[in-house]
């Protein structure tokens, strides 16, 4: 399989061309740590830790891990070994796991041009949740990981993989079947530390389109349910905890800050209005809401409904491109007594969800007349509307406030990533020279594309700008010199011909 591999990287000729001259040679010798000890450096998060991208953990793609591109930049400032959890049993480097003889999480996503974007890859995957490695690693981002989850004892035990109470990633090297991720994070005993956990407490929220629920007010996260935003006070209960325990014994780090999901190029890439019609469908489209809208008037004139709900609920279609996509609205004045669902076309303040691209305008078990997301609005998963923004910004704004204040009281320093990526949204200029985005990828910038296939996690030219963002914070706050990195120099997608 390996010759099927194309991967998007530009020329070392390019950077041949580019480098600089200089009067003298820079060695390792005019590098340094400044105050930092970089001999035991831990790595404490989640999926954005552990080097996931394409929508898993994979053999050659977790060497991008962030924690791994920093290590070997402090080894040559005299940083020790550093470890990862062992991929050595994803033969086929598919990622995704078995779970017994079962698959239980997709490989890869990599570019299909036989279908012209991004696919599963046409393999099964190797790598079994049931091979126990019982090893503490340097990395210990553990994928799906939320900030309470760190302090969760069973978090590891395989026997609680099937029914969602143990994380899969963490359970192949747990040490014990009670222990938790910190307690063998520690066991490395750090003297230099990076934290970057919080994401997954309002990311998987987002990424169910607000299915779940906020639980602010909340304060036992035993309650919770997967897709749920976890209550700030948890969170910096938590988080203070993590904090004491990882500078207990004197160690430095960085810790960073939660980016605003909503910026991601899952919420970003599909338009609210990307529906071209002719003009018959569009007349019969409209033909087909009118007792929906007449309705609408019916309950203004009951008093039910303001004018302004009327014009906000009313569904019309027109004939050419620009036509907004339907949705349900449950944030709606309730008109069920009247028959009449919380229906509305979406405006530009709603995302619509990465999946949606390939469902929408897909068909109700072949009928032509129920057209998905058009005659048939899409359902809460696929859209964020406002209301759920809002409290996905405000829970983000509240934890990235606990971050910075706990991280002060410690003295150690914070990696603003929240702004990073807020750069990146409208272009950021690496140390190479060339302007990178947080886009979706194209053919046009596969090149300066920063995120990965599944549109959440970075690729690994965005792992490699994540550790910049580290080691500018890490130079500047520990009196360190360190290298940085170059972003183009590390792969993008892999383009498969065939699947």
Not at 94 to 103: H, I, K, V
Not at 334 to 347: D, I
Request: proline residues 6%; aromatic residues 10%; glycine residues 10%.
């Amino acid at each position: 399989m390996k010759n099927k591999f194309i991967y998007l990287a530009v020329l070392s000729a390019l950077f041949a061309s580019c480098e600089p001259e200089f009067d003298n040679e820079v060695t390792n010798a005019t590098y340094s740590a400044g105050e930092a000890d970089f001999s035991s450096y831990v790595a404490i998060g989640n999926s954005l830790t552990a080097g996931y991208m394409d929508g898993t953990v994979f053999r050659t793609g977790q060497q991008y891990s962030y924690p791994n591109i920093l290590a070997q930049q402090f080894a040559i400032v005299g940083g020790g070994a550093f470890t990862q959890p062992s991929y050595e049993d994803d033969i086929n480097n598919t990622g995704g796991f078995l779970l017994g003889s079962t698959a239980i999480t997709s490989t890869r996503l990599v570019i299909n041009t036989a279908v012209g974007g991004p696919q599963s890859l046409n393999l099964p995957p190797t790598a079994n949740v049931s091979t126990l490695q019982a090893t503490a690693y340097n990395n210990m981002g553990v994928p799906g990981a939320k900030v309470f989850h760190l302090l969760a004892p069973g978090y590891g035990n395989l026997q609680g993989v099937a029914t969602g109470q143990a994380n899969p990633y963490f359970v192949r090297h747990a040490t014990s079947p009670t222990t938790t991720v910190l307690a063998d994070a520690m066991t490395k005993n750090p003297t230099f530390f990076t934290n970057w956990i919080g994401n997954n407490d309002v990311l998987f929220y987002a990424l169910s389109g607000g299915t779940g629920v906020n639980q602010t007010g909340n304060l036992n996260p035993a309650t919770y349910g997967p897709n749920d935003i976890t209550d700030p006070q948890v969170f910096a209960s938590a988080y203070s905890t993590i904090m004491n325990t990882l500078t207990a014994n004197g160690a430095k780090g960085v810790v960073a800050t939660i980016p605003g999901v909503t910026s991601i190029p899952h919420f970003t890439t599909v338009p609210y209005n990307p529906v071209p019609l002719d003009a018959t469908t569009a007349a019969a489209l409209n033909q087909g809401f009118a007792q929906y809208n007449g309705g609408l008037q019916l309950a203004r004139t009951a008093g039910l409904i303001t004018a302004d709900e009327v014009t906000k609920r009313t569904i019309s279609f027109k004939a050419g491109a620009g036509n907004a996509v339907t949705i349900e609205d449950e944030s709606l004045t309730n008109l069920a007594a009247l028959g009449l669902p919380s229906y509305r076309q979406a405006t530009a303040s709603d995302l619509i969800v990465l999946p949606a691209s390939s469902f929408i305008g897909t068909t109700v078990n072949g009928n032509p007349q129920q057209i998905n997301g058009v005659s048939v609005p899409l359902a809460d998963k696929w859209v964020l509307i406002p209301s759920e923004i809002a409290a996905i910004n405000a829970a983000t704004d509240a934890y990235n406030t606990t971050i910075k204040t706990i991280a002060a009281s410690k003295n150690i320093p914070v990696a603003d990533m929240n702004a990073v990526l807020a750069q990146l949204v409208t272009g950021l200029r690496g140390p190479d020279g060339q302007i990178y985005k947080a886009s979706f990828f194209s053919a046009a910038t596969a090149s300066t594309v920063v995120f990965s296939l599944d549109g959440v996690h970075p690729n690994a030219r965005g792992y490699a700008f994540v550790a910049n963002e580290y080691i500018k914070v890490i130079n500047s706050f520990y009196k360190a010199h360190l290298p940085l990195v170059l972003p183009g120099e590390y792969p993008g997608a892999t383009i498969l011909t065939s699947n």
